[in-house]
């Protein structure tokens, strides 16, 4: 909603200074700087790869049909922190096994698939692969950033740093291409929308925080499961504050992600 009205990294690189702000002042104020240490280059690189697989995201959804990169971009962000965690040797239970699959295809479902229309291009997909790959990348390198909840704001910190530094480069490069950095109205609709856009920032920020709490709490194959869900909340937020339709398919991911999470919970 927020890039209806200014450009998308704008509202990117000014919700994520908002939250390295807010996240710099809890670090001194908790001494986070004590736990300083080699597991904070897991969350610079988390903050690179974030934007970098935001932007290809991006530019894969304006060559190509949403219905084809949406779904391949949320199966990244669960598939990758998932084969890391078996890899490492998780072993899911029955009931869980039976849990991800349900909620991955809901997932996937809830993101509104397309299997007719043109051929997408060999761009498109390669933009999109990338893209998941990075989702789900940040997802598998902010679980290992810290082990400590004073550390976890210093990581979060660093992420978001980088985040701004990416981000803002990106910004930079953009406007020099002639691209506008800011809507016809100005500074005056980014002032007019800071408290939204410190919601996105201080929300991103906290999403990033509980999964690594959820982490080192719990099964990373469950967690990384259940943080892949967030398809399912874009398209029931966008039924009830925008009222937009919710497809036959889109009702019936929703509805499988309520299941898988259900058999999740109960293996």
């Known amino acids: 909603m927020l890039t209806r ?3 998308a990294l704008t509202v990117v690189v000014v919700s994520q200074i908002i939250a390295v702000t807010v996240l710099g ?5 908790t001494g986070g700087w004590s736990e300083a240490g080699p597991q904070l280059w897991f969350a610079a690189a988390a903050g690179v790869v ?18 084809v990169v949406s779904p391949l971009g949320a199966l990244g962000g669960v598939v990758v922190p998932l084969g890391v965690a078996l890899v490492l040797g998780e072993r899911p239970g029955l009931l869980q096994v039976s849990g991800v699959v349900v909620a991955v295809a809901g997932v996937v479902l809830a993101s509104g698939p397309q299997t007719g229309g043109a051929p997408v291009q060999r ?7 990338v ?27 660093v992420q978001r740093v980088c985040n701004v530094a990416v981000g803002g480069g990106a910004l930079l490069v953009s406007v020099r291409r002639g691209n506008p950095g800011l809507s016809e109205g100005g500074m005056g609709v980014v002032w007019a ?51 937009e339709r919710l497809r036959v398919v889109q009702a019936t991911g929703a509805g499988l992600a309520l299941v898988g999470t259900l058999l999740l919970a109960t293996g």
Do not use: K, W
Not at 132 to 141: D, E, Q, T, Y
Not at 199 to 212: E, I, K, P, R
Not at 226 to 238: K, R
């Open 131 to 157: 893209a998941a790959l990075g989702f789900g990348s940040v997802m598998a390198l902010i679980a290992e950033a810290s082990h400590t909840l004073t550390g976890l704001f210093l990581a979060l910190f």
């Open 5 to 7: 009205r200014t450009p």
């Open 193 to 243: 929308s800071l408290p939204a856009l410190a919601f996105v920032g201080l929300a991103d920020v906290a999403a990033n925080g509980t999964y690594n709490l959820a982490a080192h709490h719990g099964p990373v194959t469950v967690a990384a499961v259940l943080a892949s869900l967030y398809p399912v909340v874009t398209a029931l937020a966008a039924r009830g504050l925008l009222g």
């Open 50 to 67: 974030g934007p970098a697989a935001m932007l290809c995201f991006y530019r894969a959804l304006a060559l190509g049909p949403m219905g």
């Open 123 to 129: 761009q498109t997909l390669l933009l999109t692969l």
């Open 25 to 29: 002042a809890i670090v001194v104020a």
